[in-house]
């Protein structure tokens, strides 16, 4: 297999399909070496941390999910800021975007349908919809995604909609896949590919039909530098273990300060105050230039 190497006319090409559908599928985008290490040790994770379905609509009860990726095996640090995958989020954001999160989402036989969502929702109150996305999610194959192991369900052009699935902002319209006149179709791909979403699209897990295939999937997922975290990197990684991190992988937990002034301690970046000069950053400097940026 040939992995794909992301130009820049292909970083366009899929911001072009984003814009226009809400999202792009990036086939035989990771190695196929680095998704079976991934593959490995998530499934050795799950046998050797006792995880079980954590029970609620929205993690289902067939399910099983890991958060804070990055605490718990060395091989997740390759994720982030895989060079198939974070350009397209650095057009759709900027450079100074942030990891929300990263969750591997096994899903196994007899699951329902998760409820449709948009992953920005939570902004729906102070946002009128459609907007800029408030999150980008990546997500990552790891076994092949069929319409009948659970491939994501999603909406083609929802992210353009004013509104959010059904009445209330967590209850989709599951039943039949149908939101409205628009189908929700289901996301196939081969292990190794990634889709990348616009946070507004409607989207959820699907229901897995099959006797006894796992549908094991990884959402990387992004936000503006200047929105909270999903997942809260700097309780959640020990300083020792975030000390072992790219300079790139620590920008992208904000370890830097956005635009110069966004999440600064006493006038340092987080980064300064934990590794010193390595992220010597004072805060209000240069403020004018990185605005830009
Ligand atoms: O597992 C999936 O395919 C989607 C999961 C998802 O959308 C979520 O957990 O928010």
């Known amino acids: ?64 999910r890991m958060y804070n990726l990055l605490a718990k095996d060395p091989v997740f640090q390759a994720m982030p800021v895989h060079p198939n995958v974070l350009p397209i989020v650095e057009g759709m954001l900027d450079r100074g975007c942030l990891l929300s999160g990263m969750t591997a989402i096994d899903i196994g036989p007899g ?3 998760q409820p449709l969502h948009g992953d920005d929702v939570v902004m729906a109150r102070h946002l009128p919809r459609p907007h800029a996305p408030m ?8 076994t092949d995604f069929t319409a009948e192991n659970g491939g994501t369900l999603f909406v083609p052009g929802s992210h353009r909609f004013t509104g959010e699935p059904g009445s209330s902002e967590w209850i989709g319209e599951t039943a039949t896949g149908v939101a409205g006149s628009v189908e929700a179709q289901a996301l196939e791909m081969a292990a190794g590919s990634v889709m990348v979403f616009h946070g507004s699209l409607w989207h959820g897990g699907g229901a897995n039909t099959t006797a006894d ?20 990197p700097y309780l959640g990684i020990p300083a020792s273990v975030a000390a072992t991190f790219s300079d790139r992988l620590l920008e992208l937990l904000g370890y830097r300060l956005y635009k110069g002034i966004m999440g600064h301690v006493d006038g340092r970046s987080p980064g300064e105050v934990l590794f010193g000069d390595r992220f010597a950053e004072t805060a209000y400097r240069d403020v004018e230039q990185r605005r830009n940026r």
């Open 135 to 142: 999150m980008v999610t990546s997500m990552w194959a790891l």
């Open 213 to 232: 295939v796992w549908r094991l999937g990884v959402n990387v997922q992004y936000c503006p530098g200047f929105v909270r975290q999903q997942q809260n």
């Open 1 to 64: 297999m040939t992995v794909t190497v992301l130009d820049d006319s292909a970083v366009a090409a899929h911001l072009a399909r984003i814009d226009d559908e809400g999202y792009t599928i990036v086939d035989d985008a990771i190695e196929p070496d680095l998704v079976a290490d991934l593959r490995e040790t998530i499934r050795r994770l799950e046998r050797d941390l006792g995880v079980q379905p954590r029970d609620t609509a929205a993690e289902g009860h067939s399910t099983l």
């Open 111 to 113: 699951e329902d349908p």
